[in-house]
């Protein structure tokens, strides 16, 4: 097994033009660097990729976002090899997917990869356990050894029980868990995910996400992913790539994305973007700083400096009490100012999620797994964070707009 | 060198026309000589497949065995490829066919296989050219104007060159038949790949599947409610061109009709017509699709007709048409009460009484209802007749014991599954049958024997199926009016006049009937010289004297009477006291029908189950009506001689059973048996989201 964190995939200089002379006049332009727009208009042939050039990690959701029409299912197609390309490569795993033809393309998609559609393309004729061994079929396993990895399978997704049933009789939540599940059976390094979760309502949309990043932990899968949806690219991406007529416009993690949007465009869309789901505590708080019980009122209070407040930790390094500001000026010394009502949380909480808890103006302890204290995370600092970015949104606006 | 001599004709003078003629005629009838000669082995290869199948599966298989084999083979493939309903209407169907003689059978198996053998070469020729033209858009390109050209040149213009080629006969027949039948085939074969959704077709690739994997796994599955469609238009337009096929030399009823036409024949364009119709519907009924189990063939007709060239319509139609049924929900129905149970038993108890009476013997020394048309029932002494033997109950107690039958079946039907499987497969179902089968029986029981010399006497047989069809009648009436049914509309408050009017339409019409013909003998009268006077004695002599041959003799005996000359013919209407008086007691069974349905109607209004109660009694003593005529005509088709025939009274009187079960079966089939709704059983949706919140 390959290392995780390496190379699988490359797309390198990738254009995809469609019309009927695909390598014409139209392929020229798109060189000399013309736009989607001016190409169409020059020569009737629409630009599906223009100059795309991305790289997926091995193990790592990779996302990429785009309007509708801005080229992401031209791009992911062209992994395998759904669509050729007109100029370029497509490296997956070392081997150039645009020169395999026949028998060889054929092997190399049954092993390499398993796909997720949009409207889920399950087969209606055949049931739900046939759907997600269909893979398995095509590679010729016998029908029992099948069935087993199917169940397997179908069991990750939590649809075990309706193995036998019709895909009709099911909802479209499940229907597309059947769409992974028939991805996952045939155990392929690399999911590619096509707006995997765009047609289900955003209830269920949240759930298949996190059940998703679930299998993905576990499973250690490569994913490209492909979706519309801002949020969802920030919420489950490892990295997104953001395109836009056919062009990548920026790739970055999600917080590159929304603090230091490349474009207009890319602010454009953050806009809309709730922060808090996807900025994560350990980007605001501020290291602890503790503070020992056996201190003065008066050297506590000294040391806390701008803090609001400071903890006390116990041998292990265990958060105990909080001292705030506030307590500390009214109290007549430090151990009548302890308190020991404070929220604690993990560093990759989102400010969301403790953005009721910093309502109440005392400082959140930052524990990590053993439950020692590794960061310090100020009310202030919250709200500050959440209205920076707007802010800077703003900005860009005005650049741009005005 | 006349041209010289003479004064060119001017270029405004139509003479010039002739000078500078175009030899298009000549120079294709150039080429068809140069293709005769030159490829004589091709144009032979080309015929030899459907001379083959013609000759072989035809001509020296289907129109040779025995008829029983073809029905039961038909009957079989419609009940695998469709259900076993199809299969029986399939059965009975080809059954009428071939009682309508042999000369109409050989020809009615005939144009089964001649359109057998077109289809099956439609088929072959035209799903993969569909398949091939769905997949590759250049296909499609060269092969679209091809069949616009073969849809819009009328089939007479390229009979012709058929003709030319392979001669008038079978083979061009065959040949011009599937020009004209099989564009709809090809049209929605690649249609219906065309429909496959593209993602779907995708997943399969992106799977790895190789091409031939697509095809089979994906695209045909998909596409296969389009191509069945193909395969029934092109059935459809088979059958309209069988006419024409008969122009071009093929046999079958086609050619029948067409013999009956310059004839001027009415009783063999009747039959034949009759023949022709059934099994145009039988070949329908066996290709169509699941969902599309209506209409009528004309209609059906007409539609291949005008949808030939936009296909498109006819699939939107039945894919709407399947998505509704799709979406029925699934439910229990009521189950059996034990007082329901009981009245089942005595139901069941009469059902097995009428069923065992057909084996009791009906009639005793002589014939009874075959009597009319057969002199030779008059001298059986000393016999026993049992209800299906032809002396006996003959179709009296075929349909009794039919109508038992059903009895039977309902009951144990609904007692293992209530409510599912077919709609009458219940009460009413039971008591339109007890009530047929005793209103038959009853009315075999009532008849008027033949002035004969022995009396047939009253067997047990008859008396066990009356008293078995009572106990039946009964016990399903009551039966009824327990069983959890209830209308799956709300019944309208209105008086439904027009079953009121309908059963007294069917009511006038039975005592025309009653008042007509029921007997057409054309065999008193006859001059009987010497010779035939010595020879019916001697045969009589026989016969007393050899009872064991009696059978045999009977027979040789009509024959020698039928060869007698005839001076006149006598006609005996359904009710005189010289005929049997069957045409009475249909129309007493008839009024009571008609009264039931007046009730049934809503007059005096009661409550909505008495409308059900009421159409059931209705349409079992409109059933019993049809099926004492149909029992007297089938007799005599049976066992009369040939110069005795039904006649046209108990025609009459037929339809005017069928009108009263036809005007009384729509109010029953509202009626369903209840559902109940069970609360703890787990309703799939739920069950979903309660996975999903284990699932997060
Ligand atoms: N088969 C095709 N033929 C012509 N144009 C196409 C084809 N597929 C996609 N396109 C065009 O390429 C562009 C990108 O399409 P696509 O990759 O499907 O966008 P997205 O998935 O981001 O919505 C669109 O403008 C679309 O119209
Ligand atoms: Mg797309």
Not at chain 2, 123 to 136: D, M
Request: aromatic share 8%; net charge negative.
């Amino acid at each position: 097994m390959a290392e995780l964190g390496e190379e699988i995939i490359r797309l390198e200089n990738v254009y995809k033009i469609f019309g009927p002379q695909p390598r014409g006049r139209a392929f020229d332009l798109a060189k000399s660097g013309l736009g989607k727009d001016a190409v169409l208009r020059q020569s009737g042939h629409v630009l599906g990729l223009n100059d795309v050039s991305f790289s997926v990690n091995r193990g790592e959701i990779f996302v990429v976002m785009g309007l509708s029409g801005s080229g992401k299912s031209t791009a992911i197609r062209t992994v395998n090899k759904l669509h050729d390309v007109t100029s370029g490569h497509v490296w997956v795993d070392g081997v150039d997917v645009q020169t395999l033809k026949g028998t060889d393309l054929q092997a190399f998609r049954r092993v390499k990869m398993g796909m997720v559609f949009q409207h889920f393309a399950l087969f209606p004729h055949r049931n739900v356990i046939d759907n997600a061994g269909y893979g398995l079929k095509v590679q010729k396993v016998p029908k029992a050894e099948r069935d087993v990895a199917s169940l397997k399978a179908l069991s990750l997704v939590g649809l075990e029980p309706y193995a036998n049933n019709a895909t009709q009789e099911l909802s479209g939540g499940m229907q597309q868990r059947v769409g992974l599940a028939r991805a996952l059976a045939s155990d392929p390094d690399i999911l590619l995910m096509d707006e995997a979760f765009s047609a289900l309502d955003p209830l269920i949309r949240r759930q298949m996400q996190d059940e998703l990043m679930v299998i993905q932990k576990e499973l250690q899968k490569t994913i490209l992913f492909i979706t519309h949806d801002l949020n969802e690219a920030l919420r489950i991406g490892d990295r997104v790539c953001i395109m836009k007529d056919g062009a990548v416009v920026q790739i970055g993690t999600p917080e590159e994305i929304l603090t230091q949007p490349a474009t207009g465009y890319v602010a454009e869309f953050v806009q809309d973007v709730d922060q808090g789901r996807v900025i994560e505590v350990q980007e605001v708080m501020i290291t602890p700083g503790p503070i020992k019980a056996s201190m003065s009122l008066g050297d506590a209070l000294h040391s806390l400096g701008d803090r609001a407040g400071a903890f006390v930790v116990d041998d292990q390094g265990r958060p105990t009490h909080v001292f705030t500001v506030n307590d500390g000026i009214q109290a007549s010394d430090l151990s009548s100012a302890l308190r020991t009502d404070f929220e604690q949380c993990g560093p990759h909480a989102t400010l969301n999620e403790v953005y009721a808890a910093a309502g109440r103006g005392i400082p959140i302890a930052v524990v990590d797994d053993d439950g020692k204290l590794i960061g310090n995370l100020d009310p202030r600092h919250i709200m500050e964070e959440m209205g920076r970015v707007e802010q800077l949104i703003d900005g860009f606006e005005r650049e741009v707009f005005m | 060198m006349r041209f010289f001599l003479q004064t060119d004709p001017g270029f405004m003078d139509n003479r010039i026309l002739d000078k500078w003629q175009i030899p298009f005629g000549a120079w294709i009838d150039q080429a068809i000589d140069w293709i005769f000669v030159n490829m004589r082995s091709t144009l032979d290869a080309l015929a030899f497949p459907f001379d083959y199948l013609i000759d072989a599966f035809v001509n020296d298989f289907l129109a040779r065995i025995s008829w029983v084999w073809v029905v039961l083979a038909m009957a079989l493939i419609a009940s695998l490829a469709r259900n076993i309903k199809v299969g029986a209407f399939v059965a009975v169907s080809l059954t009428i066919c071939g009682l309508l003689g042999n000369a109409f059978w050989i020809e009615t198996a005939r144009t089964i296989g001649f359109i057998a053998v077109a289809v099956f070469f439609c088929v072959i020729v035209g799903i993969p050219i569909g398949i091939a033209s769905g997949r590759v858009d250049a296909i499609w390109k060269v092969i679209r104007p091809i069949l616009d050209a073969m849809q819009v040149v009328h089939s007479f213009v390229y009979m012709l060159p058929f003709i030319f080629f392979f001669g008038i006969g079978e083979v061009s027949a065959t040949m011009v038949t599937m020009v004209f039948a099989v564009p709809p085939l090809i049209r929605l074969t690649n249609l219906g790949i065309r429909q496959v959704p593209g993602d779907v077709v995708e997943a399969s690739r992106a799977y790895g599947a190789p091409e031939w994997r697509v095809l089979f796994d994906v695209q045909i599955p998909l596409a296969r409610r389009a191509i069945m469609t193909g395969i029934n238009q092109t059935l459809l337009l088979a059958i309209s061109m069988l006419g024409i096929a008969a122009i071009m030399g093929a046999g079958g009823l086609g050619r029948l009709l067409f013999r009956a036409l310059s004839n001027q024949d009415p009783a063999l364009a009747a039959s034949g017509g009759l023949a022709f119709f059934l099994v145009a519907i039988v070949l329908d009924r066996m290709t169509q699709r699941e969902d599309t189990d209506t209409g009528n063939l004309f209609h059906r007709i007409r539609q291949a007709w005008t949808h030939r060239v936009d296909v498109e319509a006819l699939l939107t139609e039945a894919d709407a048409t399947a998505q509704i049924v799709a979406h029925e929900p699934i439910v229990r129905f009521a189950p059996i009460a034990p007082k329901e149970r009981n009245l089942m038993g005595m139901t069941l108890l009469g059902g097995l009484a009428v069923a065992i009476s057909v084996f009791l013997p009906w009639t005793v020394d002589a014939g009874k209802i075959s009597a009319y048309g057969r002199v030779a029932d008059e001298d059986l002494a000393g016999q026993t007749f049992n209800g299906m033997s032809g002396q006996g109950g003959s179709w009296f107690g075929f349909l009794v014991l039919a109508f038992g039958g059903f009895v039977i079946l309902a009951v144990i039907g609904s007692y293992l599954r209530p409510g599912t499987g077919s709609r009458w497969l219940a009460a009413d179902g039971a008591a339109i049958a007890a009530i047929a089968a005793f209103v038959t029986a009853t009315a075999h029981f009532l008849a008027q024997p033949y002035g004969l010399a022995n009396d047939p006497g009253t067997g047990i047989g008859v008396l066990t199926a009356v008293a078995g069809g009572f106990v039946a009648s009964a016990g399903a009436v009551m039966w009824l009016r327990v069983a959890p049914h209830s209308p799956l509309v709300p019944l309208s408050a209105d008086i439904a006049w027009g079953r009121v009017i309908g059963s007294s339409i069917a009511v006038v019409v039975l005592v025309v009937g009653m008042l007509s013909g029921w007997s057409y003998d054309k065999r008193e009268g006859r001059v009987f010289d010497p010779e035939i006077q010595a020879q019916i004695e001697e045969l009589r002599q026989e016969a007393i004297d050899n009872p064991a041959e009696a059978g045999t003799i009977a027979a040789r005996l009509q024959t020698v009477i039928a060869s007698a000359a005839q001076t006149k013919e006598l006609i005996t209407t359904g009710a005189e006291p010289d005929g049997a008086q069957l045409g009475l007691w249909a129309l007493v069974s008839g009024a009571v029908a008609a009264m039931a349905a007046v009730a049934a109607a809503g007059i005096p209004k009661r409550e909505e189950r008495y409308q059900w109660l009421w159409g059931t009694v209705a349409a079992g003593f409109g059933a019993g009506t049809f099926s004492i005529a149909m029992a007297w005509v089938f007799t005599h088709v049976r066992s009369a001689d040939p110069n005795y025939l039904s006649g046209v009274g108990s025609f009459l009187t037929m339809m005017g059973g069928a009108f009263l079960v036809a005007s009384t079966s729509g109010i029953l089939k509202l009626f369903r048996r209840s559902r109940v709704y069970d609360e703890t059983e787990p309703d799939p949706k739920v069950h979903t989201e309660e996975l999903m919140s284990i699932g997060t």
